[in-house]
């Protein structure tokens, strides 16, 4: 376990891993790469991979990011995130229910629960969530299943509307990074812009750069 | 949980669930009705279907089970294990590792593990594992990744290698059971025979008898 969680610091950018993007390379390099550039937080997320080698390859990313002081959250599998000393654990509106999750994770653990409107959201509200992911904000191409864009004005109302941390994810790139981030988002969550570029650890710090307002 | 688990007695006839072949009914009936019938053990298996359906499912056959003293198994997912406070899991080759899984559950939970050959056998004995799974016996219809049939050969010959618990799982039908218990199964375990049948009542009785050897 990475041993403090500051939440604020360490939901800033998401790495939620998509084996089949990262290619040849490897999650791994990628992981690696993309949190040298700033990535803050890495989900592993494995929707088609068997369990066993889905425990080995959160073992193996786990055994990466702790000395990096990096949170590995672990999407869907409470069972794997305890068979993994993950930080946290991810999921959607149909996956465990948080209070299930969090009953299961050991204390100090991050639950996060990805919210696809203000009415989700308010339905949440009393469940043990650490953070909202808001999912999709844009037009995403990673996830075929996903509900109609919340847009900005999805994540300013959202924002209006609870204390949470939110993550914003779902088409998420350089040119609206800084929006979402005025909109509200105290995060962000990426999968092709890291999985898919050619230098992720520049991806990572350019994204950084334009997140935080920095030159 | 059930109070004490006797492997023998509680590993003698599994229903194995298959929700689209209990049909309209609704799988608690069928289980119910096939317990009251002889069915010794329930495995929960559910492959397609989500999450939080799957626990709360989970949830209501270990309300149904636990007063009649039937254990009941999660297929697969150890955290839907947790949730529900079932007596054990069953994993298969490509599941999360038994010693995982053993690690993970409450102490006395029953864990088991299917086998397709002599030689998973063998690599399986030094695990924590509870009870085998023979897989196939027959040719089966319900499981459409299944490795070639054993054939009474191969249970004869993998009871010849183990003092464990063996649970013979795959075609077994009324015209084979005896044959199978006689080959050194402990136990059957069912998919299609209970939960298509007109009476599962009727058919856990039948199947009883013909593996007791009692008229």
């Known amino acids: 376990?990475?041993?403090?969680?500051?939440?604020?610091?360490?939901?800033?950018?998401?790495?939620?891993?998509?084996?089949?993007?990262?290619?040849?390379?490897?999650?791994?390099?990628?992981?690696?790469?993309?949190?040298?550039g700033g990535a803050t937080c890495v989900q592993l997320r494995e929707k088609a991979l068997d369990r066993r080698p889905f425990v080995e390859r959160?073992?193996?990313?786990?055994?990466?990011?702790?000395?990096?002081?990096?949170?590995?959250?672990?999407?869907?599998?409470?069972?794997?995130?305890?068979a993994c000393g993950a930080d946290g654990v991810h999921v959607g509106q149909r996956d465990m229910a948080p209070e299930d999750v969090?009953?299961?994770?050991?204390?100090?653990?991050?639950?996060?629960l990805s919210i696809e409107s203000a009415a989700q959201m308010?339905?949440?509200?009393?469940?043990?969530?650490d953070y909202y992911g808001l999912s999709p904000v844009f037009d995403t191409s990673t996830k075929t299943d996903a509900a109609p864009p919340l847009?900005?004005?999805?994540?300013?109302?959202?924002?209006?509307m609870t204390m949470r941390p939110l993550v914003?994810?779902?088409?998420?790139?350089?040119?609206?990074?800084?929006?979402?981030?005025?909109?509200?988002?105290?995060?962000?969550?990426?999968?092709?812009?890291?999985?898919?570029?050619?230098?992720p650890?520049?991806?990572a710090r350019r994204l950084r750069q334009l997140m935080d307002g920095t030159p």
């Open 102 to 112: 969090r009953r299961l994770m050991p204390p100090g653990s991050i639950v996060g």
């Open 1 to 36: 376990m990475v041993e403090r969680i500051d939440l604020h610091k360490h939901l800033r950018l998401h790495l939620v891993t998509d084996s089949a993007l990262c290619g040849a390379r490897g999650i791994e390099a990628v992981v690696e790469a993309a949190v040298r």
């Open 58 to 82: 959160a073992r193996a990313l786990k055994a990466l990011l702790a000395p990096l002081g990096v949170p590995l959250l672990i999407n869907d599998r409470v069972d794997v995130a305890l």
């Open 201 to 203: 650890a520049d991806a």
């Open 122 to 129: 308010i339905a949440a509200e009393r469940a043990p969530v």
């Open 151 to 160: 847009g900005l004005a999805g994540v300013r109302r959202i924002r209006a």
């Open 168 to 199: 914003a994810i779902g088409g998420i790139g350089f040119e609206n990074a800084a929006a979402v981030m005025a909109a509200g988002a105290d995060g962000l969550a990426v999968v092709s812009l890291l999985c898919k570029a050619a230098d």
